[in-house]
Nanobody, 124 residues
């Protein structure tokens, strides 16, 4: 089992920044990818980006490229999502997930473990 705990969400004005954290514990694997997804009210959960534990390879949804950056701290078993130039449309619950790997990381079905989510609200 893998446990994931997100933190760092909150209310921020448009143009601001946030850094979300995802602390992993349990039977994590260096083969895993760590993904970030978000779900806005009334919408489906969507892929934001992912990073592989071992090589640190990142991938992003086109809609967030250039504003979102994913990083990891292996010693702390923590993955981060840095969000800059926040927009009201970034308002959502942000989830981290573990599973998949280098070739399967942009789809919900790639991941077997999920955190509880952290709310990000961007005011205009």
């Amino acid at each position: 089992q893998v446990q994931l705990v997100e933190s760092g969400g909150g209310l921020v004005q448009a143009g601001g920044s946030l850094r979300l954290s995802c602390a992993a514990s349990g039977r994590t694997s260096s083969d895993y990818a760590m993904g970030w997804f978000r779900q806005a009210p009334g919408k489906e959960r969507e892929f934001v980006g992912a990073i592989t534990w071992s090589g640190g390879s990142t991938s992003y949804a086109d809609s967030v490229k250039g504003r979102f950056t994913i990083s990891r701290d292996i010693a702390k078993n923590t993955v981060y999502l840095q969000i800059n130039s926040l927009k009201p449309e970034d308002t959502a619950v942000y989830y981290c997930a573990a599973g998949g790997g280098l070739y399967c990381r942009s789809h919900i079905a790639c991941y077997g473990y999920w955190g509880q989510g952290t709310q990000v609200t961007v005011s205009s």
